[in-house]
């Protein structure tokens, strides 16, 4: 499978403060990039949708100013959290996709990123 | 609104038995279904897709079937190991589309 690192792993920092994650796709030039974050036993909730060299598309009820994202290229894409709070503590996993991927095929998962805010 | 539920949040099996993980979803047309499993501080790594039009994927010891009638997939792990003990995900994907919606996910534990 395709390989993607995020990083870092696992990040604990103060309430307001700023957090970025990178997310690399290192084998194939991802176009698309999802943002999902995940509470402990919940599911995946898709956060926002971004293409390369364009701004994300943001789910309902994610404030696209707290969680900036930013695709400058088609190998790297950053979700910064700013001034974070306890409640933004969670697992944040990147997914790209590659340009021409056929909809509904495999998808590729970043590691995942734990953030705990304090 | 959509909702996909998997069937139960843990499921205990002994080794060499075969699991069996339910995956339904109402108010939802999906075109895929997916299945992943989800190692504890690590992100989804992808098993099986199977299609609307599909009954049935097998891929080693793993089958998935697919019912849109009954709006179900079974996930089936046979001669199961403690190798296994996972959380395994389902995820539906509308047609023409690229996003993944997720279920809560089941915790199975193979005990030896």
């Known amino acids: 499978g395709a390989v993607v690192s995020q990083h870092p792993s696992r990040v604990i920092c103060k309430s307001g403060t700023s957090v970025k994650i990178e997310c690399r796709s290192l084998?194939?030039?991802?176009?698309?990039m999802f943002w999902y974050r995940q509470f402990p036993k919940q599911s995946l909730m898709l956060m926002a949708t971004?293409?390369?060299?364009?701004?994300?598309?943001?789910e309902q009820g994610v404030e696209k100013d707290k969680f900036l994202i930013n695709h400058a290229s088609l190998t790297l894409s950053t979700l910064t959290v700013t001034s974070a709070h306890p409640e933004d503590s969670s697992f944040y996993i990147c997914?790209?996709?590659?340009?021409?991927?056929?909809?509904?095929?495999?998808?590729?998962f970043g590691p995942g990123t734990r953030l705990l805010v304090l | 609104s959509q909702k996909i539920e998997q069937n139960s949040e843990a499921l205990n099996i002994q080794e060499g038995k075969t699991a069996t993980l339910t995956c339904n979803y109402t108010?939802?047309?999906?075109?895929?279904l997916q299945w992943y499993r989800q190692d504890p501080g690590r992100g989804p790594v992808f098993l099986l897709l199977?299609?609307?039009?599909?009954k049935e994927k097998r891929k080693e010891r793993l089958k998935v079937t697919f019912d849109t009638t009954l709006k179900q997939s079974l996930f089936h792990i046979t001669a199961s190991q403690p190798a296994d003990s996972a959380t395994y995900l389902c995820?539906?994907?509308?047609?023409?589309?690229?996003?993944?919606?997720f279920g809560k996910g089941t915790k199975l534990s193979v005990i030896p």
């Open positions: 084998d194939f030039q991802a176009t698309t």
């Open positions: 997914s790209p996709l590659e340009g021409g991927a056929p909809p509904g095929e495999t998808q590729y």
């Open positions: 199977i299609r609307e039009n599909e």
């Open positions: 108010n939802y047309s999906p075109a895929y």
């Open positions: 971004s293409n390369e060299g364009s701004k994300a598309t943001y």
């Open positions: 995820a539906l994907v509308s047609a023409g589309s690229y996003q993944l919606t």
